[in-house]
């Protein structure tokens, strides 16, 4: 008799949607039970609603009730993982282990204002129009500018008021992997590091020469650690 596959959620990023998580999942799908869907306001999914962490962290709350999911581990990349720690320092019992990959979590104002000054709709629509069709192929329920706009006021709140402070990681017993790229960008492995710290069980993985967009890594590589992780 087969053993009941683990329950793993994955998470998308800021301006994603589950659809850039479909190559890993099909590197994941055969040693879990794997759970996708979209943040409110992404994807297919649309919103009236300003876009937040909480806001997030509670539609991560409802997938799990409506489909009253038990022992549940959470991967999340980059704002993924953020939402998966917020969701964790008021539900521990019902977690399993989180692995985030680069998940910037100590947001200062001034990272903030660097972050969403970035995300202008206008310019990327004519500076990078190969992003710009993506986001709008991927965004299929709603306007991408309107995905952009959202996200980059979210980023200026997480630099004045962050959802996550240094006295909230004293809360999070679940155990959980930090994952950060040495080419990445965006998430230094010290920033990393100083979160691991101050978890109460943490620890780090650095992965060589992995960079910040997903895809554009070795996907066997972290599914591996994934894997190694939560067995």
Same mark, same amino acid.
């Given at each position: 008799?087969?053993?009941?596959?683990?329950?793993?959620?994955?998470?998308?990023? !800021?301006?994603?949607?589950?659809?850039?998580?479909?190559?890993?999942? #099909?590197?994941? &799908?055969?040693?879990?039970?794997?759970?996708?869907?979209?943040?409110?306001?992404?994807?297919?999914?649309?919103?009236?609603?300003?876009?937040?962490?909480?806001?997030?962290?509670?539609?991560?709350?409802?997938?799990?009730?409506?489909?009253?999911?038990?022992?549940?581990?959470?991967?999340?990349?980059?704002?993924?993982?953020?939402? !998966?720690?917020?969701?964790?320092?008021?539900?521990?019992?019902?977690?399993?282990?989180?692995?985030?990959?680069?998940?910037?979590?100590?947001?200062?104002?001034?990272?903030?204002?660097?972050?969403?000054?970035?995300?202008?709709?206008?310019?990327?629509?004519?500076?990078?129009?190969?992003?710009?069709?993506?986001?709008?192929?991927?965004?299929?329920?709603?306007?991408?500018?309107?995905?952009?706009?959202?996200? !980059?006021?979210?980023?200026?709140?997480?630099?004045?008021?962050? &959802?996550?402070?240094?006295?909230?990681?004293?809360?999070?017993?679940?155990?959980?992997?930090?994952?950060?790229?040495?080419?990445?960008?965006?998430?230094?492995?010290?920033?990393?590091?100083?979160?691991?710290?101050?978890?109460?069980?943490?620890?780090?993985? #650095?992965?060589?020469?992995?960079?910040?967009?997903?895809?554009?890594?070795?996907?066997?590589?972290?599914?591996?650690?994934?894997?190694?992780?939560?067995?």
């Amino acid at each position: 008799m087969k053993k009941p596959k683990k329950t793993l959620i994955l998470l998308h990023a !800021a301006l994603g949607a589950k659809s850039q998580l479909t190559k890993l999942s #099909k590197t994941l &799908s055969q040693n879990f039970d794997l759970h996708l869907f979209d943040f409110e306001g992404h994807g297919v999914n649309s919103s009236e609603s300003n876009f937040s962490i909480d806001l997030f962290t509670k539609n991560l709350s409802d997938y799990i009730l409506k489909n009253n999911l038990k022992e549940v581990s959470i991967f999340g990349y980059s704002m993924g993982g953020y939402v !998966a720690l917020n969701y964790a320092k008021g539900n521990t019992e019902n977690l399993h282990k989180i692995i985030t990959f680069g998940t910037k979590i100590d947001w200062s104002l001034e990272n903030s204002i660097k972050e969403s000054n970035r995300l202008n709709p206008e310019k990327i629509e004519e500076k990078v129009p190969q992003f710009a069709s993506l986001l709008k192929e991927m965004h299929k329920g709603n306007n991408w500018k309107d995905v952009m706009t959202k996200t !980059a006021k979210m980023m200026l709140e997480l630099g004045d008021k962050k &959802s996550l402070k240094a006295a909230d990681f004293q809360q999070i017993t679940t155990p959980v992997l930090i994952t950060v790229g040495t080419n990445d960008t965006m998430i230094s492995v010290e920033e990393s590091q100083y979160v691991v710290e101050n978890l109460q069980n943490a620890q780090l993985k #650095k992965l060589e020469n992995f960079v910040h967009p997903l895809d554009q890594n070795d996907l066997e590589i972290l599914t591996q650690e994934i894997t190694n992780f939560l067995s």
